[in-house]
């Protein structure tokens, strides 16, 4: 019998059934060992020994390989054909040399870029060794991700509280989004006006015309600078005599995009389709591992994690068959494209994402596949073979007009337009553009010489616009550009930095969040070196050299660690207050916006503090340089509503204290209030329902939730008053500490005794029998038996199996998970391990009651031997 390992059970089942029953496949789930979370995983005393756990879950996926591997002909590690799948097969076979089991077991190597009878048959006739410099070039990352990660988040632990975590790769991503939100606010914007002539042919065909010179001399952009400048030009072309004079026409060819790598995948399914990153990997994940066609099941895409642009010459050979023999023999070029990448770094080790079959046209193929995986199914097919396709012919038309204008001086007005000749590649797919702008239509035909008759002349006022926010395929598009991080990894990247609140997503464009600039402006102070796009650039240049066998990996990592422990080393005694000084310089732009009204800096509340960065609880926060006899505060950065609440705005007076009402802005966002502190007494506040525009609440309803709680009635068995009011989860009703939820915010004001009391014992009913409600039956897990199910708990829908539990991504709709994702949502919670819970009798033995000055001053100054959390272990496992 021989053994074959793969990474995931829906490709085990694909290949299962290419072979004979001379062939078992397994499947791994992924990694089956990790850098345990802890200190001492990777030790750099130690020539960087590295120290792998293997979670209960991978162990018993271990046994059960062992036990097949025991008395086998031979094993097969047909897992991935990049780094990651090389190192899994790695994995699986120190393993198994430990223990022993191998003997004179013969190990092959084998990788195939697609789940095809025939790539699987090809692959098994050329097997080859483990590629250890591509296991190197593994082992350099992992373990640079985990010093970083471990070794840079507790210092910001320490010195920025409130911050989650640093990684090599993300923190660089971040200071990207970043960077730009700062170039916006900063943005000034200058104004600039065109003036645009509608003219009529003697055909009445009209058509619009630019005003581009003054007295033969060309105008700049700005040179209309305001509305005086403006008019004047106007009234001037208002009474003028246009000629046609120069008519130029050029034709231009527009050639197709290349094949998808996994980036411009990712950008397109993003742009076209409105798939997230990682949406967009999962649905090919499942097209590359095989579908289930109707009694036959392959995979229907190559491998998806790739940065090659080119094809397979067969490949090629059929692309142009089809495209002949779908648009005719003129939409295919004379010759074969050949395609090289642009990226930064670029391996091209792999062919670019293609259909592994291009007789299995999307519309034979749509019935089998979920709408997501079909759409992007389709994307693929038409990219692949829009990319062998002839070029698109375009004319491009350019007249000048010249105008005697009625103040006696010569102007140029120019119009400008584009016809497509041939449509070539466009009539198959025509490439996704970010932040376009529209293209001028076609011209009327027109004759040097012939007088135009001018019917309106307008005068357009315009602004400057900063640059847009990165959407998350800009921002991929970005990174690949500047070389920073792989295929298989800005996915990910994109989203750690949503699980750490770093940044939000509004309207698909990335927004940083103040936490998330604060850790930026943080590294870019004290550890400016590690989030350089060169320097991480370089770094991943040189584990593309360990993988080629061009370095030592160690070598690299000494080179790292000895100026990154040493950064780190020398802001061990930094204290906070200098933290807090260098970021309120960096970030002064977005703390303190000038408005043009004196220092921006200034208390707003005291005569002479001076606003600043603190740190409290809950995180940063602005705070006056007075205090505790200012106690002014308020969020990091206050634009929109925030700034308009920033001083409170009155909306009249309590007709029973005659204070004022106003609303302001505090640390946590607008709220009512009455009347100002007086004798250190705090005055009465009210929280302003979440969703509630701040701008549209008056008097009337500013008195109502002053009001809050409001007494419902007396509960009949209690005898206890039930209240309704706002908290922290929304509006509620509570009796005698026991809460039930409303379902809408006016139900505070509107809901009544009767209602009030059934909702409470409603929810003790639920309370006494708790249990999460099933969504979805997925089916019988394939490895390990048993169920698998989609739940909706206390916390949100998930994933259950046996005794795991695995949230599913936000990203991802509760109803549309499959089988196979939930197995792999389940393998990864797996692999962390079990929530490891502390009792309070075990922390206060952990904890001494006393600590000596000489241990408190050892502890502050190491930064290596502080254990991190599992936070920090599953950022540098990202």
């Known amino acids: 019998m021989n053994i074959v390992i793969v990474e995931s059970p829906a490709k085990a089942k694909t290949i299962n059934k290419y072979l004979g029953s001379d062939y078992r496949v397994l499947a791994s789930y992924g990694h089956v060992r990790d850098l345990p979370s802890k200190n001492g995983s990777v030790l750099p005393d ?27 002909d031979k094993l097969i590690l047909a897992t991935d054909p990049d780094r990651e799948g090389e190192a899994i097969s790695w994995h699986v076979l120190q393993v198994l040399e430990r223990k022993k089991l191998l003997g004179k077991i013969p190990v092959e190597r084998v990788v195939f870029n697609a789940v095809t009878k025939d790539a699987i048959r090809d692959a098994m006739q050329n097997p080859r060794a483990i590629n250890e410099p591509l296991v190197d070039a593994y082992l350099a990352r992992r373990a640079l991700d985990y010093l970083v990660g471990f070794t840079l988040s507790p210092v910001l632990w320490r010195k920025l509280p409130g911050a989650r975590s640093a990684g090599r790769v993300q923190s660089v991503a971040l200071r990207l989004v970043c ?31 630019r005003l581009f010179s003054v007295e033969g001399e060309k105008l700049g952009k700005f040179d209309i600078p305001d509305e005086t400048t403006a008019t004047a030009l106007k009234a001037a072309l208002e009474g003028g005599r246009y000629t046609v ?78 495209v002949s023999g779908l648009y005719g023999s003129r939409y295919v070029p004379p010759s074969p494209r050949q395609y090289s990448s642009k990226a930064k770094n670029a ?151 949503r699980e750490r609140d770093y940044v939000r997503i509004d309207k698909k464009r990335l927004f940083p969040e103040d936490k998330g600039r604060l850790v930026t402006a943080f590294l870019e102070s004290f550890f400016q070196r590690y989030v350089e796009y060169d320097f991480t650039a370089d770094l991943e240049e040189k584990l593309d050299l360990i993988s080629a066998g061009k370095l030592q990996w160690k070598d690299v990592l000494r080179d790292f660690w000895r100026d990154f422990i040493g950064a780190v080393d020398d802001i061990g005694d930094l204290r906070i207050t200098q933290v807090l000084d260098a970021l309120n310089d960096l970030l002064g732009p977005h703390i303190f916006p000038d408005t043009g009204e004196g220092n921006p800096r200034a208390c707003p509340s005291c005569a002479d503090g001076q606003l600043s960065l603190k740190v409290g609880k809950f995180g940063a926060f602005v705070g006056c340089s007075n205090y505790p006899d200012c106690r002014y505060t308020r969020q990091l950065a206050e634009t929109g509503e925030k700034a308009a609440f920033a001083d409170g705005k009155v909306l009249g007076l309590d007709p029973e204290t ?93 809901v009544g005794a009767n209602r009030a009391i059934t909702l409470l014992a409603e929810k003790a009913a639920k ?38 539990n695995a949230t599913i991504p936000r990203d991802r709709a509760p109803e549309d998970i499959t089988l196979e994702e939930a197995i792999e949502l389940i393998a990864a919670r797996a692999a962390k391990g079990p929530a490891k819970k502390k009792t309070a009798k075990k922390a206060a033995k952990k904890t001494p009651a006393k600590k000596s000055t000489a241990k408190k001053t050892a502890a502050k100054k190491s930064t290596r031997k502080r254990a991190p959390s599992k936070e920090a272990a599953d950022e540098a496992a990202s």
């Open 767 to 804: 309370g006494a029998q708790r249990g999460a409600s099933v969504i979805k039956e997925l089916g019988e897990h394939p490895e390990a038996g048993g169920k698998v199910q989609v739940l909706n708990g206390r916390y949100g829908p998930y994933v259950k199996h046996d005794k795991i």
């Open 347 to 497: 391996q091209e080790a792999h062919e670019a994402i293609r259909p592994t079959d291009f007789s299995k046209a999307p519309d034979k193929v749509a019935r089998y596949l979920e709408p997501d995986a079909q759409k992007l199914y389709k994307l693929i097919w038409q990219r692949t073979l829009a990319s062998q396709a002839a070029s698109a012919e375009i004319e491009r038309t350019t007249a000048d007009i010249d105008v005697a204008g009625s103040d006696g001086k010569a102007y140029g007005v120019r119009a400008t337009g584009s016809v497509i000749r041939f449509d070539g590649f466009l009539k198959i797919y025509e490439e996704g553009v970010d932040d376009a702008v529209g293209e001028d239509g076609s011209l009327p035909a027109l004759a040097q010489g012939e007088s135009l008759d001018p019917r309106t002349v307008e005068a357009k006022q315009h602004f400057t616009e900063p640059p847009p926010r990165y959407s998350e395929a800009t921002l991929i598009k970005k990174m690949e550009e500047l070389g920073i991080g792989r295929p298989s990894t800005y996915a990910a990247t994109l989203n750690v930095l």
């Open 245 to 322: 004079g120069k008519i130029e026409s050029k034709s231009q060819k527009r050639n197709p995009a290349a094949p998808f790598t996994t980036s411009t995948l990712q950008q397109e399914a993003s742009r076209k389709l409105g798939f997230s990153p990682r949406q967009t990997m999962q649905v090919a994940q499942r097209l590359y591992e095989g579908v289930d066609l109707g009694g036959s099941t392959e995979g229907l895409i190559t491998y998806m994690r790739t940065d090659g642009v080119q094809i397979v010459p067969e490949a090629v050979s059929q692309v142009r068959s089809l």
């Open 179 to 209: 960077e730009r939100e700062l170039e916006i606010e900063k943005f000034v914007a200058q104004e600039y006006w065109s003036i645009t002539a509608s003219l009529a042919t003697g055909k009445n065909e009209t058509l619009s015309a």
């Open 46 to 72: 130690n020539d960087f020994e590295m120290h792998w756990d293997v979670d209960p879950k991978s162990a018993k996926r271990l046994n059960e390989i062992a036990q097949a591997v025991k008395g086998a």
């Open 658 to 750: 005659e204070l004022e009402v106003s609303i302001r802005t505090g640390r946590f966002g607008p709220y009512i209030q009455l009347g100002d502190a007086k004798d250190g007494e705090k005055p009465k506040r009210a929280s302003i329902p979440k969703g509630s525009d701040p701008e549209s609440i008056d008097l009337e309803r500013a008195l109502a939730l002053l009001s809050l709680p409001r007494e419902v009635g007396i509960h009949p068995e209690s005898g206890k008053p039930i209240t309704a009011g706002y908290g922290r989860f929304g509006p509620y009703v509570q009796c005698d500490g026991k809460y039930a939820s409303l379902s809408t915010p006016e139900e505070v004001f509107e």
